[in-house]
């Protein structure tokens, strides 16, 4: 490599993610950690879609028939949580292999179950596999991407997500298009084969983050990861090396589990971690609320329909409609800041389970019908424009020593919701008698979180990534984004 012009200063790290830039490298990353979503979406949309024809064949009630798919959120929010202090104690990268290990071996373990109870027992080790990858993961990809396309990044593997739910869709499909009789051991064991596949390559091709290196003094292995990512992007043979970040503190590594949750909550990092969670909550209580809800609904809804799909292709459908939405987040968030995006997706996503609501309840007619599946696809849609953003933001906002224990929080908040979306909706709907309450409940939530958004105290729009919680961040405006770094002492 060429050697460095001693006169001048070495590049700090985050400049160096700049010039290395956007091209192969990030694509290495995507399709070897961001398979942790892809993952996500093939088992969970599976374990939604097959709890009818489980709850049939044990004769199931219907909290018994929600706690299925809430046991697998159960898990998802424990490894959400040990994932964070982990994540920054140890790195990233173990924590994505480890994740693909787990949905594979128990996915197929859970398919040979016989009772409800050991069902529930090992779905709840298939959701920890997820929660333990994707904090990590999110992390990892805002950490190897330049700060304008990291939003574009995260977007890419999210589609992932919505990839999984078609592979899954199609399984459905191929076994039983109107969703009334589905082998759902067959259909699981299927679903687990993605992340075998991803487990492969993440082994031979998965890097670790810089960031991560650098921090815990581990300088010349940073180095070499970013000489990969050079090489990846098929860049001249210049030199990589940058500034040594300080050597850690001698305290850092006796601090406990509950210290790396302690730095969270000084300064504005409170305040945007309370928001952020309810907005992480938000965006999983609409979103697998809703997942768990229209394969119900949907055969219901098809029957009375004159012309339609079946519920299986309606399913297929709505998950191609996520890939616009993400399309969307990608689009918005490389031109306007955080805030504003966030806010038009809370307001814009409400006005679509509105407009389902009242088409899905107003009859027969060609106009409801028309209303319902606008408002369907508008969900499936928009909740992956604010999904993608929303889990942008928090893996930007915290800096590299509590980056994943934040991210991890976030996300831990959001599986509260997903805990909970099928048991609040069944017990809704036994209480009131119809479903519409759950979806009233849906916007309202998505009103509240669009006023509460204006209050976050840190915008991270085309921001550099900061260091440390000494770096902390002075509070910023919509439109004043840019590389630089804005710190101010802890």
């Not at 060429?2 to 070495?10: K, M």
């Not at 939604?48 to 024809?53: G, I, K, R």
């Not at 309606?314 to 995006?341: D, H, N, S, Y």
Request: aromatic share 14%.
């Amino acid at each position: 490599m060429a050697s460095q012009d001693a006169r001048l200063p070495l590049p700090t790290l985050p400049e160096m993610i700049e010039k290395v830039g956007i091209g192969a490298t990030q694509l290495r990353f995507i399709f070897t950690g961001g398979g942790v979503w892809f993952a996500d979406g093939a088992e969970l949309l599976l374990i939604s879609a097959v709890t009818s024809s489980v709850a049939a064949e044990w004769n199931l009630d219907p909290l018994q028939r929600g706690s299925m798919v809430t046991m697998v959120y159960l898990g998802v929010l424990v490894g959400n949580v040990i994932s964070g202090p982990v994540g920054d104690k140890h790195g990233r990268r173990q924590l994505i292999l480890a994740s693909y290990v787990g949905i594979f071996v128990f996915s197929i373990i859970s398919s040979f179950m016989a009772d409800f109870g050991s069902l529930c027992f090992w779905r709840f080790f298939v959701g920890f596999s997820f929660g333990l990858g994707q904090p990590p993961w999110n992390v990892l990809a805002s950490e190897v991407t330049p700060a304008k396309w990291r939003i574009v990044t995260n977007g890419l593997s999210q589609g992932l997500f919505a990839l999984g739910e078609v592979f899954s869709a199609l399984l459905i499909i191929g076994d039983d298009p109107t969703m009334e009789n589905l082998d759902w051991r067959k259909l699981l064991r299927l679903g687990a084969i993605p992340s075998f596949l991803f487990w492969v390559a993440a082994t031979f091709f998965l890097g670790q983050s810089p960031f991560f290196l650098a921090q815990t003094g581990q300088h010349e292995e940073a180095v070499a990861v970013l000489g990969m990512m050079q090489r990846d992007n098929c860049l001249p043979n210049f030199s990589v090396q940058f500034a040594a970040l300080p050597a850690p503190r001698e305290d850092t590594d006796d601090l406990g589990i509950m210290s790396q949750f302690r730095k969270l909550g000084t300064g504005p990092f409170f305040i945007t971690t309370i928001i952020m969670s309810y907005t992480c909550f938000t965006c999983n209580f609409l979103y697998y609320g809703t997942m768990y809800a229209f394969p119900n609904l949907l055969p219901i809804l098809g029957r009375h329909a004159v012309h339609g799909a079946s519920p299986g292709v309606q399913l297929l459908v709505g998950a191609v409609w996520e890939v616009p939405g993400i399309a969307l987040a990608c689009f918005f968030g490389t031109c306007m800041p955080r805030k504003p995006v966030l806010q038009l997706y809370c307001f814009t996503t409400g006005l679509c389970v509105i407009l389902f609501v009242a088409g899905s309840t107003g009859g027969d007619a060609g106009l409801p019908t028309l209303a319902w599946h606008i408002g369907y696809y508008g969900i499936k849609c928009m909740v992956q424009s604010g999904w993608v953003v929303a889990y942008m933001y928090v893996t930007e906002v915290y800096p590299t020593t509590v980056r994943t224990t934040g991210t991890s929080l976030n996300f831990a908040a959001g599986r509260v919701a997903a805990i909970i979306s099928p048991l609040v909706y069944e017990k809704l709907k036994e209480v009131t008698g119809s479903y519409v309450t759950f979806f009233y409940i849906l916007a309202g939530s998505l009103f509240l979180n669009c006023a509460v958004i204006h209050f976050l105290p840190i915008e991270t729009f085309n921001r550099s990534l900061a260091g440390d919680v000494d770096e902390e961040r002075t509070p910023t405006t919509y439109g004043t984004g840019s590389t630089a770094q804005s710190s101010q002492p802890a």
